[in-house]
């Protein structure tokens, strides 16, 4: 075969890691200051070799050792100074704060958000829509607290439940924070940001009345589903009209208590009972948006599917069923990492004008990680070479 059409002078990792502006790491190193006390392997060598490891689906710290080793000339393109050993990585990974791990992805967001979104459902509601949900990751160690009963093996099974925010004209977490898996889901609700200008939708699991309230008081709209077994009054039927060929079966204003010690407050909210013909089921939805059509509401509410599709993705793509490390640090920086190679692959599937199945992306990536093919070009047409080498073989053949 002749010389390849799709030849780059970087290999594929080295393409990979140039989304990252090196000035990113360097600001975020000196913020954190990650380095101090450092001899040899930085942050950034750190970073590479997470990343590496979450491309090629390494499972264990002695493969990415001595997986690395065979990058001998080729690291000139990403700038790997140091190719850690089995100790060092593990050491780094134990001491280093995460926080610089963090940073650094939250940093790409900023600079890939805007050309990630599609801003379609902006653009119906005038405000920003984001979906939260948690995600259990279970280890086979007494890490983070345990969950469930002790098995007859004696391994205790542990858990760390990854809480993760999603714009919903994104397609990648905007905030991540981790707890213990026994830990109720609604804690998360502290950590969000209230303002006028965006939706929260979850599910039925982050209940709780209070929230609600100050998610009201905060003018911060909120969708989810109702409790079985919630107690409320209804107030106020709302004449729903022509709008149940839309699926809208009741339309009500309720009142809840909302109990703070021994004060009872009283909070108005609406509930919407919606009919779904394509799954033949009835939901029913609480929400504090009283000027929003009610299969708007509904609308709202199944763009929450997206944040399902979003862990199944990771799940299924990245080493988070193998963790390098033993304790709470370890796990949370190569979580992040996991993150950061999805965003950057998020990146290059959208400039992509030809369609491409993520896992497909991502196993491409992980075979031909260090072969010099020029990747954006060899994914818009893969069969040119082998068609163009066709070609002359045919030729050659009539000639003879």
Same mark, same amino acid.
């Given at each position: 075969?002749?010389?390849?059409?799709?030849?780059?002078?970087?290999?594929?990792?080295?393409?990979?890691?140039?989304?990252?502006?090196?000035?990113?790491?360097?600001?975020?190193?000196?913020?954190?200051?990650?380095?101090?006390?450092?001899?040899?392997?930085?942050?950034?060598?750190?970073?590479?070799?997470?990343?590496?490891?979450?491309?090629?689906?390494?499972?264990?710290?002695?493969?990415?050792?001595?997986?690395?080793?065979?990058?001998?000339?080729?690291?000139?393109?990403?700038?790997?100074?140091?190719?850690?050993?089995?100790?060092?990585?593990?050491?780094?990974?134990?001491?280093?704060?995460?926080?610089?791990?963090?940073?650094?992805?939250?940093?790409?967001?900023?600079?890939?958000?805007?050309?990630?979104?599609?801003?379609?459902?902006?653009?119906?509601?005038?405000?920003?829509?984001?979906?939260?949900?948690?995600?259990?990751?279970?280890?086979?160690?007494? +890490?983070?607290?345990?969950?469930?009963?002790?098995?007859?093996?004696?391994?205790?099974?542990?858990?760390?439940?990854?809480?993760?925010?999603?714009?919903?004209?994104?397609?990648?977490?905007?905030?991540?924070?981790?707890?213990?898996?026994?830990?109720?889901?609604?804690?998360?609700?502290?950590?969000?940001?209230?303002?006028?200008?965006?939706?929260?939708?979850?599910?039925?699991?982050?209940?709780?009345?209070?929230?609600?309230?100050?998610?009201?008081?905060?003018?911060?709209?909120?969708?989810?589903?109702?409790?079985?077994?919630?107690?409320?009054?209804?107030?106020?039927?709302?004449?729903?009209?022509?709008?149940?060929?839309?699926?809208?079966?009741?339309?009500? +204003?309720?009142?809840?208590?909302?109990?703070?010690?021994?004060?009872?407050?009283?909070?108005?909210?609406?509930?919407?009972?919606?009919?779904?013909?394509?799954?033949?089921?009835?939901?029913?939805?609480?929400?504090?948006?009283?000027?929003?059509?009610?299969?708007?509401?509904?609308?709202?509410?199944?763009?929450?599917?997206?944040?399902?599709?979003?862990?199944?993705?990771?799940?299924?793509?990245?080493?988070?069923?193998?963790?390098?490390?033993?304790?709470?640090?370890?796990?949370?920086?190569?979580?992040?990492?996991?993150?950061?190679?999805?965003?950057?692959?998020?990146?290059?599937?959208?400039?992509?004008?030809?369609?491409?199945?993520?896992?497909?992306?991502?196993?491409?990536?992980?075979?031909?990680?260090?072969?010099?093919?020029?990747?954006?070009?060899?994914?818009?047409?893969?069969?040119?070479?082998?068609?163009?080498?066709?070609?002359?073989?045919?030729?050659?053949?009539?000639?003879?």
């Amino acid at each position: 075969m002749s010389k390849s059409n799709y030849f780059s002078s970087k290999s594929v990792f080295g393409q990979l890691i140039s989304l990252i502006d090196d000035t990113i790491i360097r600001k975020e190193v000196k913020k954190c200051d990650s380095d101090r006390y450092t001899k040899r392997f930085t942050t950034k060598d750190h970073l590479i070799s997470m990343l590496f490891c979450s491309f090629s689906k390494c499972t264990s710290l002695r493969e990415i050792s001595v997986a690395m080793l065979g990058l001998s000339g080729k690291t000139s393109s990403f700038q790997l100074n140091h190719i850690p050993k089995r100790s060092t990585l593990s050491d780094a990974n134990k001491k280093r704060d995460v926080l610089v791990f963090e940073n650094i992805y939250h940093q790409l967001l900023k600079q890939y958000g805007g050309f990630l979104s599609d801003s379609r459902i902006k653009d119906v509601i005038n405000k920003q829509v984001k979906i939260f949900d948690s995600s259990t990751i279970s280890l086979f160690k007494d +890490i983070m607290g345990c969950v469930g009963r002790n098995p007859k093996s004696g391994k205790r099974k542990g858990g760390i439940k990854v809480h993760t925010v999603v714009n919903a004209d994104e397609i990648v977490p905007s905030l991540v924070w981790f707890s213990e898996a026994k830990t109720h889901d609604h804690n998360f609700l502290e950590k969000l940001k209230c303002d006028e200008n965006t939706i929260y939708v979850f599910d039925k699991g982050y209940n709780d009345y209070r929230a609600f309230e100050h998610f009201t008081t905060q003018k911060t709209g909120f969708v989810t589903r109702i409790k079985d077994n919630a107690l409320y009054i209804s107030i106020e039927k709302i004449d729903i009209g022509e709008r149940i060929h839309n699926g809208t079966l009741e339309d009500e +204003i309720i009142e809840i208590d909302v109990k703070k010690g021994k004060e009872i407050s009283k909070l108005r909210l609406r509930k919407v009972r919606f009919y779904d013909r394509v799954n033949k089921r009835e939901f029913e939805f609480l929400t504090n948006l009283f000027e929003l059509r009610a299969d708007l509401i509904a609308a709202l509410y199944k763009t929450r599917w997206q944040i399902e599709l979003l862990f199944k993705q990771l799940k299924q793509n990245f080493p988070l069923k193998y963790f390098l490390g033993d304790n709470e640090n370890a796990i949370k920086i190569q979580i992040y990492c996991v993150l950061i190679v999805n965003l950057l692959l998020a990146v290059v599937k959208k400039k992509l004008k030809r369609s491409w199945a993520f896992s497909n992306l991502v196993s491409f990536c992980k075979i031909h990680l260090f072969n010099y093919i020029n990747l954006m070009r060899f994914l818009e047409n893969p069969e040119k070479d082998w068609i163009i080498d066709k070609a002359k073989q045919e030729q050659l053949s009539f000639q003879w």
